[in-house]
Every structure is written in C-alpha cells, then in structure tokens.
C-alpha cells in the first residue's frame, strides 16, 4: 500500500500558530485531506486539497502542497484550545477506491 | 449532510461471543469502509465493499468478516471475539468512482469495543 508519514505529537501555546506535516509516496494522488478527530469521536473532514494546487484557504485553515516533495501541511492561525484533537491526513489516487491515512498527529494547545 | 451511523457508541464482550457492529449510511454511497483505530497505529483497514454483496479485505482481515446485503447497510462481524480485538472501530462511507470528482470519505461517531 501507500505510505503517509506524519509526526505523532505537537504543542502549541494558544494563539500561536500550529503546523502539522504529511508526506505521502504516491504521486498519482489527486486529493488530499485534512481530517479532525476530536475525543471519542469519529473523523470530521475539515479541508481538502485538489493535486492541480499549491495552496487552498480556507479562515484559519492554510493547506499547502509540494508536489514536488510530496509533502502536504496544514498551518492553523491563532490556535485556540478547542483545536486540540488528533489530525490525519489522507490521499486517494483518482478513480480508485481506498483511502490511504497518516497515523495522525495528536495536537495540544496549551492555555 | 451525510449522515454515517453505527449502533453502539460502547460495547462490552466476552472472550469467544460472536459480534455484530452495524454501521447504515443515509446517502445512497457505493464504497462502505470499517476500520479500526488503535493508540499510535492510526487507522488500519479491515474489508471494504464497493457495492452490495461486494467485500475486498484491507490490512488486517483476519478474525474478522462483513457482510453488506443492502446499500445502505455494512455489517462487521467478529466470528469469534478475542481480546486482542478489543478496539475502537470506525465505518466510513464514500460515493463510488462513477460519480468522479471529489469524493471524501463521511464517517460514523465509532464504536468503542471492549473484550472481556
């Protein structure tokens, strides 16, 4: 299968911006996405990205992709603590099926 | 909205019950996913199914299988609970590749499962 690597754990002091990275090996991913897993809860979709773009806004959300890298982030500006949650990142080759997700990167935002 | 939903919020097991995780999505998707998520693992497949009566396996099939006999409904199965499965699992449903474009996976609220 594909392999999408992300760090495990970020702290960030509320306002500050936080920036979580992905890297993917597939290069015939045509999107990708940012998904929120709050506690004991499912994945909520919070942003997505087409292949075609380096970069999508979206409020406080910034997605940027270098394809070149294969490396896709999601910067949040001024980080409240109710952004604390675990983040995935997923890519999908076009016309295929299965989702391919990172292991998640659990972010803590202290007051 | 897309509305994903899966029966139990928790569920607690013996060692050897059979167990039935039931997951019904209200938007007429194809593709119906059932994952599980484990502390530092992230999310690993177990079977997905593209349309009614169709089932591939994922990552990590084994003790496990499904059963989708209506579109809307995909139905996970433990023939034989042990506690290594003790888990949270995760349905997840998606629009199939006909409707092309954009197509994210809509997920449920999971199942907390606890094997005793």
């Known amino acids: 299968g594909e392999d999408v690597e992300q760090s495990l754990f970020l702290s960030v002091r509320e306002g500050d911006s936080s920036v979580i990275n992905c890297t993917y090996t597939?290069?015939?991913?045509?999107?990708l996405y940012w998904y929120k897993q709050e506690p004991g809860a499912g994945l909520q979709l919070l942003t997505y990205i087409f292949s075609n773009m380096d970069m999508k806004q979206d409020q406080r959300l910034t997605v940027l992709l270098n394809k070149k890298d294969k490396h896709l982030s999601l910067r949040i500006a001024d980080t409240q603590t109710g952004d604390s949650a675990i983040y995935f990142c997923?890519?999908?080759?076009?016309?295929?099926?299965?989702?391919?997700f990172g292991s998640g990167t659990k972010l803590n935002v202290k007051p | 909205d897309v509305k994903v939903t899966q029966s139990s919020r928790y569920l607690v097991k013996r060692t050897g019950e059979k167990v039935f995780l039931e997951c019904v999505q209200d938007m007429d998707h194809e593709n119906m996913f059932w994952y599980r998520q484990d502390p530092g693992l992230g999310l690993r497949l177990i079977y997905f199914s593209y349309d009614v009566k169709m089932k591939e396996k994922g990552d990590i099939p084994e003790g496990y299988s499904v059963s989708r006999e209506k579109k809307e409904r995909f139905s996970l199965i433990l023939e034989s609970a042990s506690t290594n499965q003790t888990s949270m699992y995760l349905c997840?449903?998606?629009?199939?590749?006909?409707?092309?474009?954009?197509?994210?996976?809509?997920f449920g609220d999971g199942t907390r499962l606890s094997i005793l």
């Open positions: 997923a890519e999908t080759p076009y016309n295929f099926n299965k989702f391919y």
């Open positions: 597939d290069s015939s991913s045509t999107y």
């Open positions: 997840a449903s998606r629009p199939g590749v006909r409707t092309g474009g954009f197509r994210p996976q809509h």
